[in-house]
């Protein structure tokens, strides 16, 4: 296993208790502003998030400068076996390590492939228009939505038959997408007050974030605290450009409406562009009606607070013990210094293989003072050029708080035909 495996690996591991920390803390903070603007529940909410990115790579950052390696031989066909009870563990840290880089890779890939696959095709419908009778009329209330709301870009307006509610993409040249249906079966009024929700969006580089957020979810997919604060973005969003397109109208009331005709078109969908009917539609409505003061919910606190404390806990006892040095640390080959047991006369001809168990005496200077076969291969001449080769090696010293002793160290070799 490469530095680069082990430490993405231990990475995405410490990421599990350290999401959970960040997700706890953000429902804190959220908690004490539910009666604070939605801009400032979102700009904590995205501090959060890009938190939840920002500490994993640092520490990957952190592994790699500090040269962190796993706990086995990288030398080809050699093993090293850290005490007697490391042949008869059933848990193989580095195998675990390295299945669970492969699996979050594999699962990576695949969320890439989908956010790509739904960005061509976002690419495709804004490239390639569809005619519709309306679509002039709107196109030119779009032109007007945009100066009001101080766009200087161009908006494109795209008709579509694939969704169910206008979606807003771009950010150097933004585009919306409105269903066929909306065009020809909701009311003129309703539809200027989406589009203006949509223009909200574009005014304030919503797609951006968005986007992000989508890179974000794709990498640390095993996370559900990433996936509860990325909803909670897109919540607040949602709030902030009804606010924004109501202030722009002067009838929230029309908003409402066309909310509520929209409640009965929703789909559930990874939302790669932004759109008019993401959110709680209902919560959404309610705030532009009747904005309420929202209670606190005490049993939810409580449970909360106690994950938070019990995060904390695990944050400091990592912390702990990562930063307090081992009482007895064991002797470890350096592999800059060995070279590859060369094979016995006939050995080959003769296809022999198998492993030899070995154990060295390591001195307080890394030197080998002896050496003894625990376990035969089976073939002596094997394991007389397994001891003779390895124990020409020089050792890294076991220590105990911090001071060199001589030591046993047991070592595996593996003879094998390649």
């Known amino acids: 296993m490469n530095a680069l495996t082990y430490a993405l ?7 599990l208790w350290q999401g959970l920390l960040l997700g706890c803390a953000t429902a804190v903070v959220l908690t004490l502003l539910r009666n604070s603007r939605a801009e400032y529940r979102y700009l904590a ?15 990957l950052w952190q592994r790699l400068a500090s040269g962190a390696q796993p706990s086995s031989a990288s030398l080809p066909g050699l093993q090293a076996a850290y005490g007697a009870a490391r042949e008869q563990s059933w848990f193989d840290l580095r195998d675990a390590l390295r299945h669970v880089v492969s699996l979050w890779a594999l699962c990576a890939a695949v969320l890439a492939l989908r956010m790509l696959a739904g ?10 228009p569809h005619t ?91 996370q559900p605290a990433v996936w509860w604060i990325s909803r909670r973005i897109r919540v607040e969003r949602e709030l902030i450009a009804d606010h924004l397109a109501a202030q ?22 990874q939302q ?53 040095p081992r009482a007895i640390t064991a002797a470890r080959v350096d592999f800059r210094t060995c070279a590859k047991p060369a094979w016995p006369e006939g050995a080959i001809a003769a296809e022999r293989t198998g492993m030899v168990q070995l154990a060295f005496q390591i001195d307080a200077e890394g ?28 050792f890294k010293p076991a220590t105990r708080a911090g001071k060199p002793f001589a ?12």
């Open 407 to 418: 030591t046993w160290q047991k070592m595996q070799y593996v003879w094998t035909l390649e």
């Open 45 to 59: 909410a995205c501090c959060a998030l890009l938190a939840c990115l920002g500490w994993p790579a640092f520490d």
């Open 119 to 128: 960005l061509l095709w976002i690419g495709r419908v804004s490239r390639h």
């Open 367 to 394: 030197h080998v003072s002896n050496a003894k076969v625990d376990r035969s291969s089976g073939h002596i001449d094997l394991d007389e050029a397994a001891r003779i080769g390895i124990g020409k090696c020089q």
């Open 248 to 269: 722009q109208l002067g009838e929230p009331r029309r908003l409402a409406l066309a909310l509520s005709e929209l409640e009965k078109l929703r789909f559930a969908d």
């Open 272 to 324: 790669l562009a932004l759109a008019a009917s993401g959110g709680d539609l209902v919560q959404r409505i309610q705030h532009l009606l009747r904005p309420a003061p929202q209670s606190l919910n005490w049993k939810a606190a409580c449970a909360m607070l106690a994950v938070a404390a019990a995060c904390v806990s695990i944050y400091a006892q990592a912390t702990v013990v990562e930063k307090r």
């Open 9 to 15: 690996g231990m990475t995405l591991m410490h990421f």
């Open 132 to 222: 519709h009778p309306g679509q002039q009329r709107w196109e030119a209330e779009l032109a007007q939505l945009a100066h009001r709301f101080g766009i200087n870009r161009a908006v494109r307006l795209r008709v579509t038959a694939r969704l169910a509610s206008p979606v807003t993409a771009g950010w150097w040249r933004p585009v919306v997408l409105v269903p066929a249906s909306l065009l020809s079966g909701m009311p003129p009024d309703l539809l200027h007050a989406l589009l203006a929700h949509e223009m909200a969006h574009i005014k304030r580089h919503d797609y951006v974030v968005n986007l992000l957020q989508n890179v974000i979810e794709t990498l640390l997919f095993y």
